[in-house]
């Protein structure tokens, strides 16, 4: 009981020491974080449309491959946006790789619009400032240009838009989580990663209405849809045929490139290939490295919860439950895939958008202005002068895993540098 208490009141400590260096640090400093954060959404959007201009029009065989696995060779995984976007483009009357940079610039540039939506008028102090500042949020698009535009983007944009209409809303609808439900099918329909990240949809419902974990609403079919139609998919009695697919994407002058040495060739074909692939480049590291990798992207996420009691204010069991189930759903990607940076950015950008979302209102926040010691000063300055330099020294690469870890130490410097080369 001692030692419990001794906890707590460390705790306590450790939060007031960090909404005092926040309150130190914001006085001569926030007056930047709102057109520093501008600048860099910006940047990040023609950065993807450069890169998204670039990798169409090379014919990468990661992105194009995988938006335009198609169901020439029967009904397979992924295959439905390649038949979506055969048929837009032939009705649209231009050619495939138009339609795809046109359409994946849309989506990218969306999605960026949708993060500054959610920060107009909203308080931003410096451990939120730090989250943008962290190489597994958004800077992961300037790290690793070759996440731009693949299919997680309909993740967050069906994220953004769920948050959206629940906000005001005093419960879960049926009839809303009906039709996010028939949205669920589409997007796993063309892939299957949208299962593995739904369940943040039930997840949010929980701390929004300030529910008891495990606690049933109809917003339990969104994973359940996305569940459901990923077994369906499975149980097709049809392979993988890369040739078949290759064949039909060649005949929309698609070069035949885009077959060689990416989706369309990749070694593990089903589940149970990419674990024992996955398995095959273990060493004694790994567990080390996982570790270190699901711990250190969330530190900037952690600080901020901690100094602004996010989630309005719910209780500790809740946002427990959130975060462990949330990894328990997305613990088997790491066992059968070797995207291990991508999935935790995705995980990081889909934390940030709920975080964004609870954001106070300017109006709601006392601004506190008072006279500081120079010891108090030393850390209010200091502490998070350290931090932004720590998170400009590493960044994170999206794969490919080879038994070691997936850290590199340019920073967000060394990327900019590179940009500009």
Known sequence: MPYFISSL???????????????????????????????FLLLLTLNSI?????????????????????????????????????????????????FLFFFLSFLQVLFFICIFYLLIKKNINFWLFLIFASPSFLSFYLFDPSIIARKE??????????????????????KLS????????????????????????????????????????????????????????????????SYEICKKIIDYDVDPSVCIGGILSWPAGGVIEGFFHNFSIYNYWTPFGFFILLILPL??????????????????????FFIITQFLFILPLF???????????????????????????????????TEFTFNEKLIGYGVPLSLLAFMSSWNLKHCCRDGNFLFEFNGLFGSLISIIS
Do not use: C
């Open 299 to 320: 530190i900037p996420f952690f600080l901020f919860s901690l100094s602004n009691n996010i989630l309005t204010n719910r209780s500790f069991y809740q946002k427990i």
């Open 153 to 174: 983007i309909l993740i967050y944009l069906s994220y953004f838009g769920w948050l959206m209409v629940l906000r005001k809303k005093s419960r879960v609808d049926l």
């Open 9 to 39: 009141l460390f705790l306590k400590m450790f939060i007031a020491h960090l909404n005092l260096i926040a309150d130190i640090f914001d006085t001569k400093f926030s007056k930047f974080y709102m057109p520093l954060i501008g600048l």
């Open 335 to 369: 066992l059968v895939a070797t995207d291990w940076g991508r999935w935790v950015n995705i995980q990081s950008i889909l934390l940030g958008l709920t975080i964004l979302f609870f954001l106070q209102k300017k109006s709601k926040i006392e601004q506190r202005y």
């Open 50 to 98: 450069y890169y998204t201009q670039f990798f169409v029009y090379s014919f990468n065989e990661w992105l194009v491959a995988d938006w335009l696995i198609n169901y020439s060779g029967g009904l397979v995984r992924r295959g439905l946006s390649g038949e979506l976007i055969f048929i837009l483009s032939n009705f649209l009357n231009i050619s495939v790789l138009d």
């Open 178 to 241: 009906i039709f996010f439900s028939i949205l669920a099918i589409f997007i796993t329909m063309l892939h299957e990663i949208f299962l593995f990240y739904s369940v943040i949809f039930y997840l949010v419902t929980i701390i929004l209405f300030d529910k008891q974990p495990f606690s049933i609403n109809p917003s339990i079919l969104v994973p359940l849809s996305s569940f459901i139609t990923v077994i369906s998919l499975m149980s097709v009695p049809t392979n993988f045929n």
